[in-house]
């Protein structure tokens, strides 16, 4: 079975924090990614990365950025914590090798609250 | 660009009763669609997935949902609901010369009443 671990489940930072969300698969997937998710507005893409050293914004990348030094490790990083950062953090995975699939594979997700 | 809608943000069932979640969605190019359930606090589960082969497609937990590309949808169904079904479904698409992104509906939070 394909594994998404993200390094909490539940987090508590204070405004102006630096923050690290972790993401880590072991499938040898080439492509991960980062959502938020909030009520009412679904799942809303931060960044992707379809290689190491690669990545690509989303729709909403303003206030975050990412790293991926590693195959299987994708880090989420908030410079200077808001508290319109609060929300539910989810990474996903996948890969283009499986011809016709696309699927991707979510972590548990990890809920951040900036106070 | 593709798009993904999903009409009724909330929807309550009797536990017994036809469970219908419905999508539309537009795309481009030939889409493949996929229907995850999120339970509370967890992440996304992929429940089913249409990838152009058969237009009915079976997936996890008894549902199953039809391809229509005369209509664009996607719609989910299951004939008897269970209340362990209650939770949140997300109808997502993705076009095949995106970088495997994929583009999520709004959700509907199924409830199921006893």
């Known amino acids: 079975d394909v594994k998404v671990t993200q390094s909490s489940r539940y987090l508590v930072k204070r405004t102006g924090e630096k923050v690290f969300l972790e993401c880590v698969q072991d499938?040898?997937?080439?492509?991960m990614f980062w959502y938020r998710q909030d009520p009412g507005l679904g799942l809303r893409l931060i960044y992707f990365?379809?290689?190491?050293?690669?990545?690509e914004k989303g729709d909403i990348p303003e206030g975050y950025s990412v790293s991926r030094e590693k195959k299987e490790r994708f880090s989420l990083i908030l410079e200077s914590a808001s508290t319109n950062q609060t929300s539910m953090y989810l990474c996903?995975?996948?890969?283009?090798?499986?011809?016709?699939?696309?699927?991707?594979?979510f972590g548990p997700g990890t809920r951040l609250t900036v106070t | 660009a593709q798009s993904v809608t999903q009409l009724g943000s909330h929807v309550s069932v009797s536990e017994g009763a036809l469970v219908l979640l419905r999508c539309n969605y537009s795309?481009?190019?030939?889409?493949?669609l996929f229907w995850y359930v999120q339970y509370p606090n967890q992440g996304l589960q992929l429940l089913l997935k249409?990838?152009?082969?058969?237009?009915l497609v079976k997936g996890i937990n008894g549902f199953e949902a039809e391809f229509k590309k005369s209509e664009t949808s996607f719609h989910l169904t299951k004939p008897s609901a269970h209340m362990r079904d209650a939770a949140e479904y997300f109808c997502a698409v993705t076009n095949n010369n995106a970088g495997n992104m994929l583009t999520f509906g709004g959700g509907t939070r199924l409830m199921v009443k006893p």
């Open positions: 499938m040898d997937h080439e492509n």
């Open positions: 996903a995975s996948s890969t283009t090798r499986d011809r016709g699939t696309y699927e991707q594979y």
């Open positions: 795309s481009s190019v030939p889409p493949y």
């Open positions: 990365s379809y290689d190491v050293k690669m990545k």
């Open positions: 249409y990838t152009s082969a058969a237009t």
